[in-house]
């Protein structure tokens, strides 16, 4: 299993040699460092810690200062790995350089939180007739139910007004398009959840 932690610069668009068009999402990629080598026989389980970043050193417990080694890196990340795969030893560093042009890749990012919404963006609703005889119900939810179900309370994830975005969200089968090993940047083809300067983990299988 390859992964890499990277923040989300911006959009743009690529060219091929036919001259054909593709949007891309254009990820800086740092250099992350292993931080922990989980082995099956020890901790039950093999897995990898890798960290990015930087960070205050106020900002950080002490705990995970002593557990990173003093160093003040702003993220830390685990990853499971299975016992075939090789694993890179503590204190290395992972790049670019593990992808390829043309990989298909897992990217996960928390979206754009857009604050308190109504039921008509949050979930798409239709609203209310826009027809003569009603006033304020354009935008409005309607029955939430009650009466002869979950005695006359709301029921459990009833669809309703509420924050909006800020979640965790995984996109599968994403095609690298382009790496520039240069500025350490990587163009994946399509829309990358977050906005600009999100965290975003890079994974393929």
Do not use: C, W
Request: glycine share 14%; aromatic share 4%.
């Amino acid at each position: 299993m390859k992964f890499l932690l990277a923040k989300k610069v911006n959009m743009t668009q690529v060219f091929n040699e036919a001259g054909k068009a593709f949007p891309v999402t254009v990820l800086q990629a740092a250099p992350v460092t292993v931080t922990l080598v989980r082995d099956s026989a020890r901790d039950g389980y093999k897995a990898v810690q890798v960290a990015a970043g930087t960070k205050k050193e106020k900002n950080i417990s002490k705990a995970l200062l002593g557990h990173m080694k003093g160093a003040k890196h702003a993220h830390l990340k685990e990853y499971r790995v299975k016992d075939a795969d090789t694993t890179p030893e503590v204190g290395s560093t992972l790049d670019t350089s593990i992808f390829s042009e043309g990989d298909m890749v897992t990217v996960t990012a928390v979206s754009k939180g857009k604050g308190f919404q109504g039921v008509v963006k949050r979930h798409g609703f239709k609203g209310g007739r826009r027809s003569h005889g009603q006033k304020h119900s354009e935008r409005e939810p309607g029955s939430i139910g009650g009466g002869g179900r979950a005695g006359g309370r709301v029921m459990a994830g009833m669809r309703m007004a509420g924050r909006m975005g800020g979640d965790r969200v995984t996109v599968t089968n994403q095609r690298i398009i382009k790496i520039i090993p240069e500025t350490n940047e990587i163009m994946i083809r399509g829309a990358v959840p977050g906005r600009r300067g999100t965290l975003v983990e890079i994974k393929q299988k």
